[in-house]
């Protein structure tokens, strides 16, 4: 290989020496580079040691004396970073830091002018006039320096400069990657400022969450909210003291201080009167703005703030109003020792420090309330409960409205007193002490006359007595608040309808005056206390009148003997009526012979009393009501101002203005009417029209039935002794209503009562039978044992027991000692005795009672108690007894009465469906014979026309044939002969085709005839193939005759077992007639839709046997029926074809006749656009033909 010459070898050295010092070069800018952003990485949050590393590696690489960083700070330099050997020169020469830029200076220029400047050598005179500023760095030893602007965003925010001591200028590489260091300072600058952003606002959400965890912790107490706002407040701020204020209107008060180390105590100064000369608080607070004092240095401090700043060294604060709904409730204040403003951001943090503690007071104070006002609430609902369980006893009300007043009122004891009489009775008290309680239990009752206090509240007022000890107080009250250790109280009164009837007061140990809202909560105590007294008296005489009520009602619905006196019952109807119906008054007539007498009556005023007794009896005739009454209607009177003067005048003397009557009826006939008044004038609501009607059905039962009900009557007022008896009758009343058609429960309820109410062991019931009368309820101890001993025993006429001499004599039976009766059943008697050797309960009866159940006079049944004493049976056992029997025969017969009502039903509801059945064939009859007189009609003039066209036509055939015998003998041109030949042909052919045609009009006109004489609605055997055939090709020869060009395939499937069926044949035809005629539409329709494509119309039917039934289908693929039309297609008059095509009538008379004349069904099956099907299944022997053959 030839050598390569000295020179071109040293060229080459020097160059690959090149090409390494430049890849050494590259390799130390890319580790600078990676060195740098090591650090960033490394310390996110810390710009000083990013900016301090890049600052070293420039100074490094570049060979420089000095290199500093500066960041802009507003108008001036901020933050500085100088590093080389330089240094200190460069920053004694040039101290740019917190010095206003300006572009005399080259960095100035750099950040001023946003470009990079590079001055390769400093003695240039040119430099040096461009920038003034160059001068102190060249007398510091600098020979070329350059500037690089610091960006963000495009726009610049600091300056790298960079100074050599020789004159050795910057390369374009240099200048580049110098560029490259700038941006990366600004980026670890960026980096640095969203890192410490985010940090505080990660500290500050912290402190927020912290702040709201302590708002849900404490929803009752605001003060660990207040503290941790104030630490949280030092802390972030950085700042020495943080504290928050409450005021009112006048003054102010610390509830909360912190410091760097932690919570203080607030200061001691008590309530500090609001003034705003005397403090900043005060300012805030009476203007309700932010206040910002940034140096305090630089304003007069009032007197506080002085002592304040001379103290703690406090220096600048800010302070934050509590506004709630625009009124200042305090304040939050954080203060520092140093000067400086707080920035927006940490203005808009104290502010949500200052929302969170109005949230917090809001809390608390809502929180509290409703806490309260549930406490409220539930005593509220506690006495409501009390109330509700205790409708007849006062008692526990009045001590669940003490206690729960003396716990809501935080008070010390709470009484509750009642005003009978001349006298104040003590009715429920919270205990103190043993011997106060007796005390003041033994000072009670007390005279009015010497509760001076009743006074006070007679007028409704609520009192109090902020001290006990004072003058003004009473002395009763006062000796008793020293007896009972209180020293305070409130007292309101009970008021019913403005009189005082009672009073509750609470007390407490110290002086002093009730909140409002306690005052309010106590009246409201002593409003429940009046509702439950007047409860209580509403609820003991509702319950009488309503067991009353119901007594009467269940056994008005048993009673079934003639009418006799029935004056009580008026007058009770028109009592309850009045009542409930919320009337002036009531009056009740009887109808006699069309005479109205007035029976009972609600009284309003003697003279109107009067006059309404003296207008009585009259005709019912004579008013405008009578007509409607008479025809058993009920009639309103609206305004009794537009009666007659008679009316009127009667109206106004009693004090109303509108009226309802409402008849009672019997078997449809008026036979009395019940009237109600009104002041007003108006209708009467419905639900009362129908209690009134009530009471009419029960004052009809009443006079039907006086008697009966009058001794139920007063055997129920005689049951009303004791509270044990008048509920076990409503309970035994209550099962006869509900089990109308159980008789055993009753009897067993009836049983069950008796014997409990009784005092007795056993009680037996027995019915009569066919022959004798048997035991059919036991209850009582030793149910099993008696069973056995009494079921299966029928008893008859006879003295061996108390039952046996019940049937006898039909009176009331007992035997005082078994053992000492010598009729008595000695079998019965054995029994007992061999039973009273054991533990069994039977061996323990040694008398029994029997009563007997009657109706009509003659005994039903006997009810017996037995027990373990022996003696004769009180009075009050024997009644109660007897009126058990009784309630057992008004279960008897309720029992009858409701099935002979069932059954009653049960025939009149048979009567009406084949009342409804007649009147329904009887239209359609009419109808179909209206149109049968129609068609026959058409036929017949149709007929006659047709008859002649047919004659004449084969008459014109006849003559064209002798047209061509005679035209064949005359001599004709050979052209003429033809065209003669041609047309006697064409006309014969068109002759004959009119004869066929006329005879397949007269084939359809006999065949309507043949419908019309069918529609005389005979119903008799048809073959269904053969209606069927018939109504094919009627529907199809009318369609052709309608249009010519009609064509479709009828295809038929008739099964030859379908047979004969009992029908009307001319109506069946209708139907198939329509069906057809529907389908012909509908393949018609389809066609004209697709075109000619193909489509064939195809009509089918089918018939098949299904032994007791015969089904029929007609279907067709036109263009089906959508669901929408098919749920209402059987509807009357509704149709889809246009109007004149169709009446609507077609499918809902098709549905009448299948379905109501002939027992049958039809159904639709069908899909938009390919097909519909008609099913029919028809019976063999309708439900007409049942009739016709009557009963067998």
């Not at 025939?907 to 009887?922: F, K």
């Amino acid at each position: 290989m030839t050598a390569l010459p000295p020179a071109v070898e040293t060229d080459l050295s020097e160059e690959n020496e090149r090409l390494r010092g430049e890849l050494r070069a590259a390799r130390d800018r890319q580790a600078a580079g990676a060195e740098i952003l090591r650090t960033i990485a490394g310390a996110p949050g810390d710009a000083e040691r990013s900016l301090q590393r890049i600052a070293e590696i420039t100074e490094r690489l570049f060979g420089a004396s000095s290199v500093s960083l500066l960041i802009a700070d507003g108008e001036r330099w901020g933050r500085t970073i100088r590093v080389g050997a330089g240094s200190e020169r460069i920053a004694t020469a040039i101290p740019l830091a917190h010095v206003a830029i300006t572009s005399q200076f080259m960095p100035g220029a750099v950040y001023l002018e946003n470009r990079q400047v590079h001055v390769p050598d400093t003695d240039d005179p040119a430099a040096m006039a461009r920038w003034p500023g160059l001068a102190p760095a060249r007398t510091a030893g600098t020979r070329t320096m350059s500037g690089t602007p610091l960006r963000r965003e495009g726009r610049a925010i600091g300056a790298l400069i960079v100074h050599r001591d020789r004159p050795v200028p910057f390369t374009e590489d240099e200048l580049a990657l110098l560029q490259s260091f700038a941006d990366q300072a600004a980026i670890a600058t960026e980096n640095a400022r969203l890192f410490n952003e985010t940090q505080e606002a990660l500290a500050r959400q912290t402190a927020t969450s912290e702040i709201l965890r302590v708002i849900s912790q404490s929803p009752t107490d605001v003060q660990p909210v207040f503290d941790a706002i104030v630490l949280t407040a030092t802390r972030l701020f950085r700042r020495d003291l943080a504290f928050i204020l409450e005021c009112d209107a006048t003054t102010y008060w610390p509830v909360a201080t912190a410091g760097p180390e932690g919570l203080r105590p607030p200061p001691d100064l008590g309530a500090v009167a609001i003034d705003t000369d005397a403090n900043f608080p005060s300012r805030v607070i009476v203007t309700g703005k932010n206040l910002h004092l940034p140096d305090w240095s630089a304003v007069e401090l009032p007197d506080y703030e002085r002592m304040v700043h001379e103290t703690l060294g406090i220096n600048s604060a800010l302070y934050l109003p509590l506004l709630r709904e625009g009124k200042c409730i305090g304040l939050l204040g954080i203060a520092g020792k140093q000067a400086g403003i707080f920035g927006e951001s940490e203005i808009a943090l104290a502010e949500s420090f200052r929302d969170q503690a109005l949230i917090a007071i809001e809390n608390t104070r809502l929180f509290n309330e409703t806490r309260e006002a549930l406490e409220r609430q539930t005593a509220t609902a506690d006495i409501l409960k009390v109330i509700a369980s205790s409708p007849n006893d006062v008692q526990p009300v009045f001590e669940a409205i003490a206690a729960s007043a003396k716990r809501l009122l935080g008070g010390f004891s709470a009484t509750v007193v009642r005003f009978v009489g001349d006298a104040l009775h003590l009715v429920a008290f919270t205990p103190t002490n043993a011997t106060a309680d007796q005390a003041l239990q033994a000072s009670f009752p007390m005279p009015l006359a010497v509760f001076s206090s009743f006074n006070l509240v007679r007028g409704g007022q609520t009192v109090q007595f902020t001290d006990t000890e004072l003058e003004d107080v009473p002395r009763v009250n006062r000796e008793i608040a020293r007896l009972r250790g209180y020293r305070s109280m409130v007292f309101t009164p009970l008021m019913s309808n403005g009189t005082p009837i009672g009073m509750i007061s609470v007390t407490r140990k110290e002086p002093g005056s009730f909140s409002t809202h306690y005052v309010q909560l106590l009246q409201t105590f002593a409003d429940q206390a009046v509702i439950a007294i007047e409860n209580v008296r509403l609820f003991n005489e509702t319950k009488e009148a309503l067991e009353r009520q119901t007594a009467t009602a269940d056994i008005l619905k048993v009673i079934a003997s003639s009418p006799s006196d029935v004056q009580p019952v008026f007058e009770a109807i028109a009592e309850r009526s009045k009542r409930l119906v919320d009337a002036l008054s009531t009056t009740v007539f009887r109808l006699v012979d069309g005479v109205m007498h007035l029976r009972a009556f609600t009284p309003t005023n003697p003279e109107a009393d009067a006059t309404l007794k003296a207008i009585f009896p009259v005709p019912l005739l004579s008013f405008s009501w009578g007509e409607a009454i008479a025809r058993g209607e009920i009639f309103r009177v609206i305004d009794t101002e537009q009666e007659i003067p008679a009316i009127r005048d009667l109206a106004r003397l009693r004090g109303f203005r509108s009226m309802l009557f409402v008849p009672l009826l019997r078997d449809r006939t008026p036979i009395g009417v019940i009237a109600v008044t009104r002041v007003e004038p108006g209708p009467y609501v419905e639900h009362h029209v129908q209690l009134l009607q009530t009471f009419a059905d029960q004052a009809v039962i009443a006079i039907e039935n006086a008697r009966l009900f009058d001794e139920v009557q007063a055997r129920t007022r005689d049951l009303a002794e004791g509270l044990q008896q008048q509920t076990a009758t409503a309970e035994v009343l209550k099962v006869i209503s509900r089990s109308v058609f159980d008789l055993q429960s009753v009897l067993d309820t009836l049983v069950e009562s008796a014997y409990k109410l009784c005092g007795a062991n056993l009680g037996l019931l027995y019915l009569r039978g066919d022959e004798a009368f048997e035991c059919k309820a036991i209850a009582g101890v030793g149910v099993a044992e008696a069973s056995l001993l009494f079921k299966g025993r029928p008893i008859r006429a006879g003295r061996g027991t108390a039952a046996e001499r019940v049937i006898l004599t039909g009176e009331v039976q007992s035997i005082t000692d078994f053992f000492a009766d010598p009729e008595m059943d000695p079998k019965i008697r054995e029994a007992i005795r061999t039973a009273g050797g054991s533990d069994s309960s039977i061996g323990q009866i040694r008398s029994t009672l029997a009563v007997p159940m009657t109706r009509d006079n003659a005994v039903i049944g006997v009810m017996v108690i037995a027990r373990s004493q022996t003696g004769p049976f009180p009075q009050r056992q024997i009644e109660l007894l007897q009126t058990f029997a009784d309630q057992a025969v008004i279960a008897i017969e309720n029992v009858r009465l409701f099935d002979e009502v069932q059954a009653r039903t049960r025939e009149l509801s048979q009567s009406l469906d084949e009342l409804r059945t007649a009147q329904d064939r009887l239209v359609q009859t009419e109808k179909l014979a209206s149109l049968g007189q129609l068609t026959a009609g058409i036929a017949h003039e149709i007929k006659n026309p047709l008859n002649f066209v047919n004659n004449f036509s084969a008459l014109s055939a006849e003559l064209t044939d002798e047209l061509n015998d005679v035209l064949k003998s005359a001599t004709l041109a050979g052209n003429i002969r033809e065209e003669v030949d041609e047309l006697t042909g064409l006309l014969k052919d068109n002759l004959e085709k009119v004869v066929q045609h006329g005879k397949r009009a007269d084939s359809i006109v006999k065949n309507m005839l043949l419908h019309s004489r069918e529609g005389s609605g005979e119903h008799r055997p048809a073959d269904i193939n053969a209606l069927l055939e018939e109504s094919l090709n009627l529907a199809y020869h009318g369609a052709r005759a309608e249009k010519p060009q009609f064509n479709v395939t009828l295809q038929r499937d008739f099964d030859e077992a379908a047979g004969t069926i009992e029908v009307f044949p001319q109506e069946i035809t209708r139907v198939f007639l329509n069906l057809i005629s529907n389908g012909f539409y509908a393949v018609t329709r389809r066609k004209m839709e697709i075109g000619h494509s193909g489509f064939d119309p195809i009509v089918s039917a089918t018939t098949r046997n299904l032994g007791h039934a015969v089904e029929i289908r007609i279907r067709d693929n036109g263009t089906g029926i959508p669901a929408e039309v098919k749920e209402k297609m059987f509807n009357p008059f509704f149709t889809t074809k246009p109007a004149g095509e169709g009446t609507g009538l077609g499918l809902s008379m098709s549905h009448d006749i299948i379905v109501k004349q002939h027992g049958g069904r039809i159904e639709v099956e069908t899909e938009p656009g390919r097909f519909t099907e008609f099913t029919i299944v028809l019976p063999r022997a309708s439900a007409q033909s049942d009739k016709n053959r009557g009963p067998t």
